[in-house]
């Protein structure tokens, strides 16, 4: 095509006249409808390129807080248990570790089942996967409104069964999501946010049930209780259920990054999950992160599932009080997420940023071990919150340094790596501390957490920080940028350059 001077022609002429109809009539280049927030470079490459044109679309925000409320609702049912042990082993007349097991079995059903899922997420979508799993996450909670009875422990714990096969559907999909939907200045940001429902959800799950459920001794009324508990559950995951079938959609119809354009250019037929799995295997600096990961949320489990206990064991009788420290570890954890996002997405320090938090998060431990047994609560409540903005405060970091060094493996699989590390490190944690604190109380099970956290902060400094999809990105934005200047350069060329004619006039 370059040796047709008629075909060049009409190129640059073609490409003049849409040039001056953009100026002429600015207007027709704009959307009208609410879908464009922002438009970033836009050009068609005449060799069979795909379009580098990106839009950021208004309802992204939308589609991250249904996808926030859905997740919340899911964190609730998971911690709703743990936090009031004593007063469900009372109801349902069993042992501590037991009702240890309503919290455990969510992270015991992640590990088989996120293989599958994850396969899902790849080959149908985020549309899917969220219309699963909050069809599971509403079935689960009514199940367990026909638990209330001191003789159907087996009917409640299918029904948290349901509530953590839902699980699976949902942690996974933060950094998919702020993938697919959102620009590269702000995917931190909404992966932050996504990571944030669900932080929301273990805070009103330490903070509800016990104001919901009070530590009664007639069993009549403390079913009463219960009731009122999993009826308000389950009215609110029906509710979210019918809003992510009307409202919820699949991704946007022209992406919101170039590297989301490159990933979309690559066809379907050329995807193997299992190739994709053994590529992300044999990622060194992805492997570390993985295991780091596990380490660092295998301790929040942890200490979030036997939180009670340790309270109850210092402090007896504040039941109440030991779910609010729980609310302080959450909510300072969600201040962490926000502020570690915020900062990603104008650093762009991804490893800078996850050492540096983790370490602190290995500090705050170390500190909450040495002044849980202090006597005073107030104490454990500034402790709390600092080992929980640090500690929670990973979460979302952990996930987009995932996707910074594994792009363009599929954000699903990545995330579901790292989520089944932490599914086997806290089963692993949460038996371990248990049992140490059994035998040898609360400060030597917090030193257990402390040294793995230890572990994690050196394989931490050790991950290469290759970060492959802000390489991406800048690769795609110079192609682009050199290919609208082509026409210009040919037109100066046109210009500057006499013709044959001119040549023989002279």
Request: hydrophobic fraction near 45%; glycine fraction near 8%; proline fraction near 4%.
């Amino acid at each position: 095509m370059g040796d047709n001077p008629d075909f060049d022609n009409k190129a640059i002429k073609e490409e003049k006249n849409g040039l001056d109809l953009r100026k002429t009539n600015p207007s027709k280049s704009v959307d009208m409808e609410e879908q464009i927030e922002c438009t970033s470079i836009s050009n068609e490459n005449q060799d069979n390129r795909p379009s580098t044109t990106t839009r950021l679309y208004k309802r992204r925000w939308v589609m991250v807080f249904l996808f926030s409320c859905y997740s919340l609702c899911n964190a609730f049912q998971w911690i709703q248990y743990g936090i009031i042990n004593n007063i469900f082993m009372k109801f349902y007349n069993v042992d501590s570790f037991t009702i240890d097991w309503m919290s455990m079995v969510y992270m015991l059903t992640y590990i088989p089942f996120i293989w599958p899922v994850s396969w899902l997420l790849d080959k149908k979508g985020l549309r899917l996967i969220a219309l699963m799993a909050t069809a599971i996450n509403c079935l689960g909670t009514w199940i367990k409104v026909a638990s209330v009875r001191s003789n159907l422990f087996w009917v409640t714990m299918l029904g948290q069964f349901a509530s953590s096969l839902s699980q699976v559907f949902i942690l996974g999909m933060p950094s998919r999501l702020a993938s697919v939907w959102f620009g590269s200045e702000e995917v931190s940001t909404a992966c932050s946010i996504g990571v944030f429902g669900n932080q929301l959800g273990i805070a009103i799950g330490f903070l509800v049930p016990p104001i919901l459920v009070p530590n009664v001794d007639n069993i009549d009324e403390l079913a009463y209780h219960i009731s009122i508990m999993f009826y308000i559950t389950a009215g609110v995951a029906t509710v979210i259920f019918i809003l992510v079938v009307f409202m919820f959609q699949e991704k946007p119809e022209i992406p919101p990054t170039l590297a989301q354009v490159q990933a979309r250019s690559i066809p379907p037929e050329e995807y193997s999950y299992v190739a994709s799995i053994l590529r992300l295997l044999r990622n060194l600096p992805f492997m570390l992160l993985v295991i780091s990961y596990g380490l660092n949320v295998g301790c929040f489990y942890a200490v979030s599932t036997l939180l009670n206990r340790m309270i109850i064991e210092h402090y007896p009788g504040e039941e109440v009080n030991a779910g609010r420290i729980g609310l302080t570890i959450v909510i300072a954890g969600m201040v962490g997420s926000l502020i570690c996002g915020i900062w990603l997405d104008k650093t762009k320090t991804y490893k800078q940023t996850t050492l540096a938090v983790y370490l602190l998060s290995l500090v705050g431990m170390v500190v909450y071990a040495f002044t849980l047994n202090l006597g005073h609560l107030w104490v454990v409540f500034v402790t709390s919150g600092a080992l929980g903005f640090f500690m929670t405060g990973y979460l979302p970091l952990g996930f987009e340094f995932a996707v910074e060094l594994t792009f363009p493996e599929c954000e699903g699989t990545s995330s579901g790596l790292l989520n089944c590390s932490a599914q086997i490190f806290g089963i692993i944690f949460t038996i371990g501390q248990g049992k140490i604190i059994e035998h040898f109380g609360t400060f030597a099970g917090n030193i257990f957490l402390c040294v793995f956290l230890l572990i994690g902060t050196i394989m931490t400094a050790f991950i290469k920080s290759d970060l492959r999809r802000q390489k991406a990105n800048h690769l795609a934005e110079t192609q682009a940028a050199s290919a609208a200047d082509s026409p210009s350069r040919i037109q100066d060329y046109g210009a500057t350059t006499p013709s044959r004619s001119q040549e023989q006039q002279s």
